[in-house]
């Protein structure tokens, strides 16, 4: 399978802090993307890494891409009460052009005021 | 304010009855993905479809689901019959064709099979 595996499970941290999330994959990659879910909601994109891209910025938001490890980090620095949700990172099929899009189990973030 | 879609936001339904579960994709986008959402196994790809045609459909049960675009604008997945081990939450979304697009999601039907 290629599903992405988040890192840690579950994060708890004081507002201000920064939140640094980790995905693993098993095969190669077009591409990795960062969603975010709210509670009983859909999810929502953030961010898409290229696999010939090694960082990129968002916002608050850095992912990092390394695929020589076939990992990657979301990084949400001066985190917020508001940034309380899951993260999930997703890959695209096997390097081909099929477009599948494989979600990990995500990280439950929680920030407090 | 173009979004996917999903009706009905919640089915409560009693196990051997069929059910039926409809996503409206964004206009102009040309795949969709159904998705289950469970605690135990969190989100699981179903199929998907490319121009409503099935690319792929393998992380489906065959004998009791069935996934169809019978348009452009709609797709739907059905269980019949369905089992209280269905009870989870699905989602649709939906994407442009192209190796480096973002998927937008539904708001998910909460299925309860009791």
């Known amino acids: 399978s290629q599903q992405g595996e988040e890192d840690p499970q579950a994060l708890s941290i004081q507002e201000g802090e920064n939140a640094t999330m980790n995905c693993s994959y098993k095969t190669s990659i077009n591409n990795l993307q960062w969603y975010r879910q709210n509670s009983g909601r859909g999810l929502v994109h953030l961010i898409l890494i290229r696999s010939n891209e090694r960082e990129k910025h968002s916002g608050r938001l850095r992912v990092t891409l390394d695929t020589s490890k076939k990992s990657s980090s979301l990084l949400i620095t001066a985190s917020r009460a508001a940034d309380t949700a899951s993260y999930f990172c997703?890959?695209?099929?096997?390097?081909?052009?099929?477009?599948?899009?494989?979600f990990g189990k995500g990280t439950k973030l929680s920030v407090k005021p | 304010d173009a979004r996917v879609t999903q009706t009905p936001r919640h089915k409560v339904t009693e196990m051997g009855q069929e059910v039926t579960m409809r996503c409206q994709p964004i206009?102009?986008?040309?795949?969709v993905f159904w998705y289950r959402q469970t605690m135990m196994q969190g989100l699981e790809l179903l199929a998907y479809f490319r121009n409503r045609a099935p690319l792929d459909d393998s992380g489906m049960p065959k004998d009791r689901f069935s996934a169809e675009m019978p348009d452009a604008t709609l797709a739907t997945l059905k269980i019949q019959p369905s089992e209280p081990r269905d009870s989870a939450v699905y989602f649709c979304a939906s994407a442009r064709q192209g190796m480096n697009t973002e998927a937008f999601f539904g708001q998910g039907t909460r299925l309860t099979v009791v």
């Open positions: 997703a890959t695209d099929g096997d390097g081909g052009s099929q477009g599948n899009l494989i």
């Open positions: 206009l102009g986008h040309n795949t």
